[in-house]
């Protein structure tokens, strides 16, 4: 399942301030977990909060410089363990992994002229081969539906569930047809 962080994704930055929302992905069954993989991220405030480094207490350093940031969650809701740092920046960061069942994505814009665009993706996998689903190279396990995927989304990381070779022997479609364009064929 693909995300944009807002409809207008690529096109124009999403800049409303002080926002904070999120999105909670639970697994496909109880056995699973959850990772997440951004393919376009773009998060940064041009100048930080107004209010010069108002420290909330608890937190001694902030990697976003007051700025706009993703914080994944390892649970349902932002009680949750956080899981990592602070995402910002212009770098695409690396994959998310939950350790249970659901995964929180949380965006919060502050300070002046918050930046925000990015896409992603949400793959429910396990570890360990079991029969519905697909084995990919790395050990991972993800569902069948998800192999040879016509979005061509790298669902396992390794890009073996979209290889042409086996396991997953793909028909090599176009390559580069990505971000959900449901074109004719
Ligand atoms: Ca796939």
Redesign the pocket.
Known sequence: MIINSHSDSRKYYFVSMDTDCRLTMQAASLKDKVQFQFRFFLVYSLLPSSQETTRSPGTHSDPCNAGSYVQFYDGKDLYSEPLGLPLCGKTIPRPVLSTGNYLTLRLVTRGQQPRVDFVGDF?SFRIGKSEPYFSCHNGKC?PSS????E??????GDGS??ATGPPANCVSVSMDRRGGDQGKE
């Open positions: 793959t993800i998800l192999v040879c995927d979005q061509n989304i790298d669902n396992c569930d979209q």
